[in-house]
């Protein structure tokens, strides 16, 4: 099936630096692609919703100027959080869907970053 | 918007028994519900899915049952083993544009 690549898999910062997160699409072009946020025993959560060329959608309680969401091409979107605070530590996950396949196709994900601010 | 529930919150059975995971969505337009299992630090795997055009669907050990009228699909595990312990998630979603919503998770544990 198609991959989508997440880096880093994890990272540890400092409190007030910032981290920038990558999503790639391997073998396919996505022009939407999700980003997730889940904390330990719980669900992913829809953070927003990334469109190339075009700027994010979030979701209600979600700081845009916080959580940075570039999607410069069909197959890379990136996440930067500024200003990180250990509350923002979290395991972050994005998600792809491919333009060229049919309505409802599979929403593929990354394998997530565990961020971790100290 | 969405809105996924998912029971139960956890689920104990013996290896070899069946498993059942229930969920429910509120947005009627909704017509893609895909279930994954997720283990530890790992993203969610995608297990089976379904359209709302299809009632049921079969791989394996594993179903998906869809019930537009209520609202509501379910996954069916036959067979349990223990690799099938691990948190399984439903969501729900309409059009290749649109995030996927999910349910709080099951986390299923099956012992030898």
């Known amino acids: 099936g198609a991959v989508v690549s997440q880096h880093p898999s994890w990272v540890i910062c400092k409190s007030g630096t910032s981290v920038k997160i990558e999503c790639r699409s391997l073998d396919f072009q996505a022009t939407t692609m999700f980003w997730y946020r889940q904390f330990p025993k719980q669900s992913l959560m829809l953070m927003a919703t990334?469109?190339?060329?075009?700027?994010?959608?979030?979701e209600q309680g979600v700081e845009k100027d916080k959580f940075l969401i570039n999607h410069a091409s069909l197959t890379l979107s990136t996440l930067t959080v500024t200003s990180a605070h250990p509350e923002d530590s979290s395991f972050y996950i994005c998600s792809a869907r491919s333009i060229t396949a049919a309505m409802n196709t599979e929403a593929f994900f990354g394998q997530g970053t565990r961020l971790t601010v100290v | 918007g969405e809105n996924v529930e998912q029971h139960p919150s956890t689920l104990s059975v013996q290896e070899g028994d069946s498993a059942v995971i229930k969920c429910t969505y509120s947005d009627s337009a909704s017509n893609y519900f895909p279930w994954y299992k997720q283990e530890l630090g790992k993203g969610p795997q995608l297990i089976i899915d379904?359209?709302?055009?299809?009632g049921e669907k079969k791989d394996q050990r594993i179903a998906v049952t869809l019930n537009k009228t209520a609202k509501h699909f379910s996954l069916h595990i036959t067979e349990t083993q223990p690799e099938d312990s691990a948190v399984y998630f439903c969501?729900?979603?309409?059009?290749?544009?649109?995030?996927?919503?999910f349910g709080k998770g099951t986390t299923l544990s099956v012992s030898s």
């Open positions: 969501a729900a979603s309409y059009g290749a544009g649109t995030a996927l919503i």
């Open positions: 990334s469109n190339e060329g075009s700027k994010a959608t979030y």
């Open positions: 379904i359209r709302s055009n299809v």
